[in-house]
């Protein structure tokens, strides 16, 4: 039996995917694991992709999007590993990070689901890596702006200790757990199946974990688009939660019922307002790499000249800064996002042995791939 199996599943994000499986398999070299990528038919070239660079991935391959939940059940179906690993294809692991999980996983008799530091592409780091459960009283509050409930704010983002709720983006946890609980509801499509798991799980009787001393790249909002397709399965997936785990209290149920509504028509207003898209273009382009023909490469593409760096001290804000996989670790290249977090910078990534840079300047829609 392996150690680790890494479970991805993909749905129209082919160089996000192609950056994740690369830093997967840096992170495991050393480490007899495996990587599954479960595809929910994406119209992409993912399925292409993944078979001509990687035949040493396991892929699933489905004729339709069978939806979050039921795709990583797949995917763990087939898993070898004594740990399973629930990634999202919009994520990039350091070197060290399942090493280091694998050590504190080793030293917890009764865990149940572990979750990392996740930080988005301009490296603040992502409040829901740590959340509480959302009782219909603290998602009430959630939903009306008060979210000091929702997350957990005892608990500092490089500490560890015992949450309730992970994120779904990144869920490591033993095999067995997961067949245990049966893995992720099916009644969830997408959203709020990763706080059914971590409920579940602490139901069960284990304990689960936040772990700060890895950081995780998520790039957030590359799977999905924040569209009315969208807040309609979010909204559906809170339905489905509230209504298997509180449904014995009718007032509550009918508040939360009130709530999603009201928060609904809410989201709905906002999103339909038109939003203006920036055309500000980066004052300065910063590259970390020792290759000189990559900054000639680069500085083509994008009609700039773009400066050659070792560390970021002298970038001011609005700088873009490429960050060269094959001269740098991933670890470093999270760890020089992470450390800008507050200097407004943005970041594209080259994945070794690639053409193309890729990265996000928001929480909230797609990146930008670079071709060279």
Not at 66 to 82: D, I, L, M, P, R
Not at 111 to 132: C, H, M, Y
Not at 271 to 289: A, D, F
Request: aromatic share 12%; charged share 25%; net charge neutral.
């Amino acid at each position: 039996m392996k150690q680790l199996s890494v479970v991805i599943v993909n749905y129209n994000v082919r160089y996000f995917l192609e950056l994740c499986i690369r830093s997967v398999q840096a992170a495991i070299e050393t480490i007899d694991a495996e990587i599954i990528v479960v595809d929910n038919d994406s119209r992409d070239d993912s399925c292409t992709m993944v078979r001509e660079l990687f035949p040493e991935v396991i892929l699933i391959a489905n004729e339709k999007n069978v939806g979050f939940s039921t795709a990583n059940n797949q995917g763990v179906e087939k898993a070898q590993g004594t740990y399973v690993c629930i990634l999202n294809p919009d994520t990039v692991v350091s070197e060290d990070t399942f090493e280091k999980l694998l050590n504190f996983a080793s030293q917890k008799p009764q865990i149940g689901a572990v979750g990392a530091r996740l930080v988005d592409g301009t490296g603040r780091f992502l409040p829901e890596s740590k959340r509480n459960l959302p009782t219909p009283k603290v998602a009430f509050q959630k939903i009306f702006g008060n979210g000091a409930s929702y997350y957990v704010n005892t608990l500092g983002q490089y500490e560890t200790g015992k949450i309730t709720v992970l994120a779904g983006a990144f869920m490591f946890l033993k095999h067995t757990v997961y067949t245990e609980v049966k893995g992720f509801d099916e009644q969830y499509f997408m959203y709020g199946e990763d706080i059914d798991l971590s409920y579940t799980i602490e139901e069960t009787g284990y304990l689960n974990y936040y772990f700060g001393e890895t950081t995780v790249l998520h790039y957030k909002g590359e799977s999905t688009a924040k569209d009315a397709t969208y807040r309609k399965r979010f909204y559906d997936a809170m339905r489905i939660f509230y209504y298997k785990h509180f449904n014995s209290n009718s007032i509550e149920a009918i508040v939360v019922r009130m709530g999603l509504w009201l928060a609904t028509l809410s989201r709905k207003r906002i999103s339909e307002t038109p939003k203006e898209k920036s055309t500000v273009l980066p004052k300065m382009y910063m590259i970390v790499t020792d290759n000189e023909q990559l900054v000639s490469l680069i500085s083509k593409s994008i009609g700039a000249s773009i400066k050659k760096v070792t560390d970021l001290k002298d970038a001011i804000a609005g700088t873009e800064v490429f960050l060269d996989a094959a001269s740098i670790s991933y670890t470093r290249c999270i760890t020089l996002i992470s450390e800008s977090a507050n200097k407004q910078l943005t970041f594209k990534i080259i994945p070794k042995n690639t053409t193309f840079a890729i990265g996000s300047n928001s929480s909230e829609g797609r990146g930008e791939v670079l071709h060279f």
